[in-house]
């Protein structure tokens, strides 16, 4: 962890490269609904976020390991578990995902309305999915890292986890925008929690066989 944030902070390119694509992206929002009244409706407002947030989580997560050269896997097999790396990488991405995600979600708000109504349920909600798809992106980017097109595997793998979380966070990101009860979004939230707590031990699991290879 360290060393990737040492890294962040001395290059910064990564972190304003998705400072910069989320801005852009919400100003393109603003001037296709914002600056048109009556079109941009609660479902499409909520559909808008999460697709950014989406496509935010994997261009930040998805250098984890592609941006690891061999002399340098090398030299961590050598001085370090295979568990502490994974899980490693899962907390940076996540603290990365979630700073991204809040970001985005203020800026968003600020610049097209927030018609959220139970706000810390919304915020709940961001947060299950920044862990989400922190945990699933980064174990699907070590197993891409080993292909030689890395980027295409990744998307192809990713698409079957990413679309179901993605469903239930709409949905009970949609029942707070609503300000319906909360008992109506339990289902959805154990779920993802389960989903959650899965994907990291089955990568706390899997990633050193991974690993030696």
Not at 1 to 19: H, S, T
Not at 58 to 86: C, D, H, T, W
Not at 103 to 113: A, D, M, R, T, W
Request: charged share 10%; hydrophobic share 55%; glycine share 6%.
């Amino acid at each position: 962890m360290q060393k990737d944030l040492v890294l962040e902070w001395r290059q910064k390119y990564a972190l304003n490269g998705m400072l910069l694509y989320v801005g852009s992206v919400v100003f393109v929002c603003y001037l296709s609904f914002g600056m048109r009244s009556n079109i941009l409706v609660a479902p499409v407002w909520n559909a808008v976020l999460w697709i950014i947030l989406l496509f935010t989580s994997v261009n930040a997560i998805a250098k984890g390991f592609m941006q690891e050269n061999r002399g340098r896997l090398l030299y961590f097999y050598s001085i370090v578990s295979p568990q502490g790396i994974i899980l490693a990488k899962i907390i940076y991405n996540t603290l990365l995902m979630l700073l991204l995600a809040t970001i985005c979600f203020v800026f968003y708000g600020f610049v097209l309305g927030n018609p959220v109504h139970d706000v810390p349920m919304f915020l709940l909600s961001i947060l299950l999915g920044a862990i989400g798809f922190s945990t699933s992106l980064t174990m699907i980017s070590s197993i891409a890292a080993k292909a030689a097109n890395s980027s295409t595997l990744m998307a192809v793998l990713s698409f079957p986890v990413i679309v179901p979380m993605l469903l239930m966070l709409i949905k009970m990101s949609k029942n707070a925008m609503d300000g319906l009860d909360r008992s109506l979004s339990l289902d959805e939230l154990l779920t993802l929690l389960a989903i959650n707590m899965i994907v990291v031990t089955v990568s706390y699991i899997l990633f050193p066989y991974l690993w030696r290879s």
